[in-house]
């Protein structure tokens, strides 16, 4: 199997969701099916700093996208990559980043794929 660089990019996250697939505000549920997993680069966040890491995935085909893990990220990292664990996606997987306290930060991720 085959790991690839699905998705890699960096924008200044706010307090307005930032959906990394669709490099957008806007989200567009991604629809191929693998092992996936996010790399964040938090070197730039500072004390008083608050992120919200979400994933968002779809139970079968014609299901409603929700919520299905979140993580809340806090302060300057000593161990400023973050990652989350590989998660198995099928139907229609986006994740988000969204500053919840502190200063708008430029963040780097790279969404990776199994399969």
């Known amino acids: ?15 307005t969701e930032y959906f ?9 549920d991604q629809t191929t099916d693998g092992v996936f997993q996010l790399w964040l680069d938090l070197n730039a966040m500072a004390n008083g700093d608050e992120f ?20 809340v990220i806090s302060h300057a990292q000593s161990e400023p990559m973050w990652v989350t664990p590989s ?18 930060r430029s963040i780097a991720w790279s969404i990776r794929q199994v399969a």
């Open 52 to 71: 919200r890491v979400r994933v968002y995935e779809r139970i079968s085909s014609g299901g409603t996208t929700r919520i299905a893990m979140e993580w």
């Open 20 to 28: 990394l697939a669709s490099n957008s505000t806007t989200k567009t």
């Open 87 to 104: 998660l198995i996606f099928m139907h229609g997987w986006e994740f988000s980043l969204t500053k919840l306290t502190g200063t708008d």
């Open 1 to 15: 199997m085959a790991i690839t660089e699905a998705f890699q990019n960096s924008a200044t996250i706010g307090a």
